[in-house]
């Protein structure tokens, strides 16, 4: 009976069909975990709105956007950057503002059709007597003699006989090479059968040919002038879909010239508005579609933007409303897939991210954030552009947008939090290793505390933390950095929950200079005096000492001091949360410093304390790797004993002891360049620096395990001073007069 019906055709039809297929399939990957199913949403939100406030929309089209209009205004917008995308709700018939009655007849021009496009701007021209025509060429010689006299201007043209005048233009762009002043001349060329025999070259092709560039001169070096004379010459032409090769050339020199002001390296400052314009007017274009064309103009406009020079003039709103509609056209490309590689082909990414971390109040719209965490969320499907984003540091970015301290619940806050936790739940996977900073996880962990009903943001920060369970290592990191339970009812209640660790690593590009000249003076003093290189400063003044003196350590010193300063600000705003008045009453400074030095062997440091003091800590400048090794992975320890004394004498199993951290203490590793901050009441001791693991350090070289070790005091300001949040924004601003 069974070989009956595993032999019946039917039965083996349905056995192969797609829905037992993947009931076989499921039933299989029941044996292993599975991956965490993340849907390839690509919309800006994944549900309806669940609170009362409006989320920003992705239902529009992109012609409904109107760039120079949002940004110059009316009456600010320059001709060659109309079109019909400047009003959203604009009629197919353009009528003037002005009385109808009062209105200057219109007058056609070589080569307009009686029927407007709606894409082109028509020239008033008031009828009034025109005075005789100027001179369009040079004077003619003597008449040859002969009755067929001269041949007319487009015959001497067309046959490389009489140049252009000099210093003569056209009234408008779009106004062709005329063979008369007459306005009687240009009524009659507006008929069909002469106006195919005057048709004159294409604005585009003019400006190919006649700009004033030089033959053996490119475009992709071509002066400001002559590119902003071929921006405005390509605004007016019909054929920009047949110059798409030099479209991109133009777009691409453009860019060059605002990186090159943005740089210093330009002296053509002066244009940046202008060219910001004219980007601007071309976005607007409805016949420009081409993703490569439309990128390249974006990156144009947002490098534009970031000219302070280039947007003098233009109100906040105005910039605002540039950046907002450039990242509405950019998401409505990022929820297409196919366009993922282009972003980053056309170098989009990184000045994406740069509107992301700027603190201009141009790009601090909580709608532009949305969109442009929305951009970042989609591209960051593609597994090249999550490379880039992890190595531009997005992840840094990101979570400093969840920022608790700065976040109190409300509507209007979700809507980029689910973008942004949306980007680094497509990141989590692949880059995981970023996640892992502690306070990283208890900032996700923190989210879902201030926004326990918002369903959408959970599921996302829970597609994270799944995503991240996938590596023993992020498991490992999770379990031990797990923040604070806070249970109710008959339960123990945590007691004195103390925040105790702060590491910040240096940046390595722009720290360098200044960790390596501080490391290079604690090495010689040690050499000089110390004890078989050990070595201690004698006071308790070291960095004041270091900073009164002259020279490039006095400047790198006093770096550090700032920096110090700036970290220990940083601390107390992550430790205080949701305190902004008292934030911004507090002031931080560096109480006393000095530097130490170590060798391989030397003996352990006793535990001990720095009473009245705040704040303790060391910026480790060696730990026994040489400086020039990018590969030294060396790290300097530290023991950090339980402030509870009594809790190690509590007589309960060694496991539980561990489990609860009664009597623990904690050792922490941090690499050469990195700032540790810790309560100055806690015991702690310094590991000894441990003999070469094979081939560490330079050779030569002692190996040292260098520090300079400070203790930091805080005081309350009576009153705020205004626009400032501690004494970090106080030091921000000295300078220190070289460049490290």
């Known amino acids: 009976m069974a070989d009956d019906v595993s032999s019946d055709p039917i039965v083996k039809a349905l056995q192969k069909s797609t829905i037992a297929q993947t009931l076989k399939a499921a039933r299989a990957s029941l044996a ?17 709105n669940e609170g009362s406030d409006p989320r920003p929309s992705s239902s529009y089209g992109v012609d409904q956007l109107a760039f120079v209009r949002d940004t110059f205004g009316n009456s600010g917008r320059p001709e060659s950057a109309r079109s019909s995308r400047s009003s959203r709700t604009r009629p197919d018939t353009i009528a003037e503002e002005e009385d109808v009655a009062h209105s200057p007849q219109i007058l056609r021009l070589d080569g307009e059709g009686g029927e407007s496009s709606g894409s082109e701007e028509l020239t008033p021209v008031v009828a009034t007597p025109s005075p005789p ?42 106004r062709s090479s005329a063979t008369s002043a007459s306005p009687r001349r240009r009524l009659a060329d507006g008929s069909p059968r002469r106006r195919k025999a005057s048709q004159s070259p294409s604005p585009v092709a003019r400006a190919k040919s006649s700009d004033a560039l030089p033959a053996d001169i490119p475009l992709k070096h071509a002066p400001g002038e002559v590119v902003m004379s071929n921006l405005q010459s390509l605004a007016a032409s019909k054929e920009k879909r047949k110059q798409t090769d030099f479209v991109a050339e133009l777009c691409e020199r453009t860019w060059t010239l605002a990186v090159d002001m943005k740089a210093g390296k330009s ?54 409303a540039a950046y907002q509609n450039i990242a509405q056209v950019l998401f409505k490309y990022s929820q297409k897939e196919g366009y993922d590689a282009e972003f980053l082909t056309e170098k989009l990414i990184e000045p994406i991210l740069e509107v992301l971390e700027s603190e201009n ?14 951009i970042l969320k989609n591209v960051s499907n593609d597994s090249a552009n999550q ?140 050499t000089k005096h110390g004890a078989s290189g050990t070595w ?126 009664w009597g623990e203490a904690q050792k922490v590793w941090v690499r050469a360049g990195s700032l540790l901050l810790y309560p100055a009441w806690l015991y702690h001791s310094g590991l000894p620096l441990a003999p070469p693991s094979g081939g560490s350090g330079e050779q030569g070289r002692q190996r040292l395990r260098s520090l300079i070790s400070f203790t930091a005091a805080v005081q309350l300001r009576e009153i705020a001073p205004s626009g400032q949040q501690g004494s970090q924004e106080v030091r921000r601003g000295e300078s220190d007069n070289l460049e490290l």
């Open 361 to 374: 109040p141009a790009c601090s719209a909580a709608d532009l954030r949305v969109y442009i965490a929305g």
């Open 536 to 661: 201690r400063y004698p006071g308790s003044d070291f960095l004041e000492h270091l900073t009164s003196a002259a020279g490039p350590t006095a400047a790198a010193a006093k770096r550090l001091r700032v920096f110090v300063e700036e970290a220990a600000m940083g601390y107390f705003r992550k430790a205080l949360g949701r305190e902004p008045t008292l934030l911004q009453r507090l002031h931080v400074t560096v109480a006393s410093s000095w530097a130490a030095a170590t060798t391989a062997g030397a003996a352990w440091q006793e535990p001990h304390v720095h009473p009245k003091a705040a704040l303790s800590g060391a910026f480790y400048l060696e730990c026994g790797g040489g400086l020039q090794e990018s590969n030294d992975t060396e790290e300097c320890g530290i023991y950090l004993q339980d402030p509870r004394p009594p809790a190690g004498l509590a007589e309960v199993p060694e496991a539980l002891r561990k489990k609860l951290g």
């Open 267 to 320: 002296t053509e400052t002066a244009l940046a508005p202008g060219l910001l314009r004219e980007v601007m007017g071309l976005m607007d274009m409805k016949d420009i579609k081409e993703s490569k064309l439309v990128f390249k103009l974006a990156r144009c406009a947002l490098a534009l933007l970031s000219l302070e020079v280039a947007t003098q003039g233009v109100s906040v709103s105005g910039v605002q």
């Open 32 to 48: 292993e975990p599975s991956r965490p199913y993340t849907p390839l949403d690509r919309s800006l939100f994944q549900r309806p």
């Open 133 to 174: 025509a100027p001179s369009r060429g040079p004077p003619k010689p003597p008449r040859p003699p002969g009755s067929a006299g001269y041949p007319n201007i487009s015959a001497l043209r067309s046959s490389g006989g009489y140049p252009d005048p000099l210093g003569v233009t056209d009234a408008s762009p779009r």
């Open 387 to 526: 490379k880039f984003l992890a190595q531009r540091g997005a992840v840094g970015s990101l979570f400093k947008l969840m920022d608790a301290s700065k976040l109190a619940g409300g509507a209007k806050e979700a809507p980029l939090l689910i973008q942004v936790t949306a980007a680094l739940r497509n990141l989590a996977s692949n880059q995981y290793k970023q996640f892992l900073a502690t306070e990283r996880l208890s900032a996700l962990t923190r989210l879902m505390e201030i926004f326990p009903n918002h369903v959408e943001l959970l599921t996302n920060i829970a597609r994270i933390l799944a995503k991240l369970t996938l590596h023993g290592s992020a498991v490992e990191v999770s379990a031990s950095s797990a923040p604070t339970a806070h249970p109710q009812g008959l339960g123990p209640q945590q007691l004195w929950p103390t925040p105790a660790v702060l590491v910040v690593p240096s940046d390595p590009e722009k720290d360098q200079r200044w960790h390596w000249l501080l490391a290079e003076h604690v090495r010689q003093q040690a």
